[in-house]
């Protein structure tokens, strides 16, 4: 019984995080502009990795390879961003201004 | 923090632990070999972390022990903004107002505010370009994202973190 429920909670967020993927990919392709196609790609790179994971980790159980599922995600979660800065600084660094359509407290 | 370089030997002696206890965990193959391999990788990533100065930004260990804390916080808030984020993408009218906003962080440390920098880029809707001295320049894809960070709410959360005691 137990077993059937947490089938089915990890079958829930497979799909939820897969969905997101999807999501991501869909926004990549409709945003216009660098810096707003980023955003689509960090929903990719967070949500869509928590929820993969936790499906994951349901999967596996109390055992090791739990631990080292959820320790991927920390690492995947910490590199992410980082990547996503440095991507983001050198189009600024080499001159690729953000568009904005109004104006906030601009640098 | 010291102005020539020396890294304190229980800091060195405390990342090898950690680093030891995980490669065991990992690897699960008790063998001679293997055994000598992981100990040689784990002295080599000390080395590397030596020169690459890791000691100099090392974080007190209450910071550390805090972290699950606010990370249960972050993630209240990736599923919020990334909710958010997918309405927007999936709305046929494309509703988005990107928005540059400069955030002035009291964060006196780098690793906190790498720490802060990675938060804002965590939730999905406002992704950090550039950390300059003490400012961040923060690309936000929605009006409601950047009224968000006017809020200071990641910043208080990460200030929490460094509180001494």
């Keep these: ?21 999807l999501i991501g990919g869909i926004g990549a392709l409709r945003l ?24 994951m980790i349901l999967q596996a159980g109390l055992s090791l390879a739990a631990i080292k599922l959820f320790a991927i ?5 910490l590199t992410a961003p980082t990547a ?24 | 923090m010291s ?9 060195i002696a405390g990342l090898l632990l950690i680093l030891l206890i995980s490669w065991a965990l990992w690897s699960g193959i008790y063998k001679p070999l293997l055994i000598g391999l992981g100990v040689f990788s784990c002295l080599l990533s000390i080395w590397v972390a030596m020169r690459t100065g890791f000691f100099l930004h090392a974080m007190p260990l209450r910071t550390f022990l805090r972290l699950p804390l606010m990370w249960w916080w972050l993630l209240g808030e990736v599923v919020k903004s990334s909710l958010e984020v997918a309405r927007v993408i999936l709305s046929p009218s494309l509703p988005i107002q990107p928005e540059l906003v ?7 440390t780098d690793s906190g505010k790498v720490i802060l920098g ?4 965590l939730s999905p809707g406002t992704v950090t370009i550039d950390v300059h001295e003490n400012r961040l320049l923060v690309h936000c894809l929605t009006a409601q994202g950047a009224a968000g960070l006017r809020s200071r709410e990641s910043e208080r959360r990460v200030a929490r973190l460094e509180i001494k005691r």
């Design chain 1, 1 to 21: 019984m137990i077993e059937l429920v947490l089938d089915i909670l990890s079958w829930v967020l497979l799909c939820t995080g897969g969905a997101f993927v």
């Design chain 1, 32 to 55: 216009p502009g660098f810096y707003t196609r980023l955003h689509a790609a960090s929903l990719t790179e967070t949500m869509a990795t928590i929820l993969i994971f936790a499906g």
């Design chain 1, 73 to 77: 995600m920390v690492f995947l979660l």
């Design chain 1, 84 to 107: 996503s800065y440095a991507l983001a600084n050198a189009a600024l660094q080499s001159g690729l201004r953000p568009v904005a359509q109004r104006e906030g407290e601009d640098a």
């Design chain 2, 3 to 11: 102005s020539s370089y020396s890294a304190r030997p229980l800091q």
């Design chain 2, 102 to 108: 400069e955030l002035t962080t009291t964060e006196e």
């Design chain 2, 118 to 121: 990675n938060c804002i880029t």
